[in-house]
């Protein structure tokens, strides 16, 4: 299946550009050049970009694109839940679903990060799949995100973004709350004890 091959390749491409993953750049174009050209086509100047730029280029664009950047997060249920309690159900709920397909993640993984879901979706296409729009509204506005701040990965969101059917109108609205509203934060606990007049 073309789009379980496309997602194997983008959750490798997704990692950090180590020389594991360099060494891996031929096969990740010829897997490319199989694939459809929305979805092809994009992998493939990915693929290229990783080549043509130095190693240690590429791995400092990488943490200032990945770790300096909220807007550019990996961790999905972030775009949805925010830091708050209601993230660590997500969590828990996305833990569950790979332990039910016989799954384990290892204990530095997070469930949610975009190539575990993807490396996910391409052992479970379906299940995969239906995880993937689920969190529909963070992949588009990390695309999104990716595209504003000219990064070479908005490509790698792009060759994603077309394994999936086109946005309808209930996804185009919540990227839009999401881009308006931004993560929400929490609420609960966050309260003095008395009224902010009586604490003198």
């Given amino acids: 299946m073309s789009d ?5 390749a983008q959750s490798l491409l997704l990692g950090y ?24 086509a ?10 043509a730029t130095p190693p240690g280029r590429s791995a400092a ?6 770790d300096h950047r909220k807007r550019c997060c990996l961790f999905l249920t972030y775009y ?24 384990q993640l290892v204990d530095d ?17 379906a299940t995969g799949r239906t995880l993937l729009l689920a969190h529909r509204a963070g992949l588009e506005l990390l695309r999104l ?21 086109p946005l309808a109108g209930d996804q185009r609205d919540a990227v839009a709350r999401l881009a308006a509203l931004g993560p929400p934060e929490e609420q609960v606990g ?6 902010p007049g009586a604490l003198r």
């Fill in 42 to 51: 994009p992998l493939r100047r990915f693929v290229e970009h990783l080549r």
């Fill in 190 to 195: 966050l309260e003095p004890f008395a009224p």
């Fill in 61 to 66: 664009d990488y943490v200032a694109t990945f």
């Fill in 109 to 125: 993984e997070l469930p949610d990060h975009l190539a575990v879901m993807l490396e996910y979706a391409a052992a479970r296409p």
């Fill in 4 to 8: 379980a091959r496309a997602w194997q």
């Fill in 145 to 165: 995100a990716l595209r504003d701040a000219g990064s070479p990965w908005a490509d790698l969101l792009d060759s994603i973004s077309a394994t999936l059917p």
């Fill in 80 to 103: 949805a839940h925010g830091d708050t309690r209601n993230r660590g159900m997500a969590l828990l709920s996305l833990k569950q679903t790979y332990a039910a397909d016989g799954l």
């Fill in 17 to 40: 550009p180590d020389e594991q993953l360099l060494s891996r750049l031929d096969l990740l174009a010829r897997v490319a050049d199989t694939l459809g050209g929305t979805v092809g």
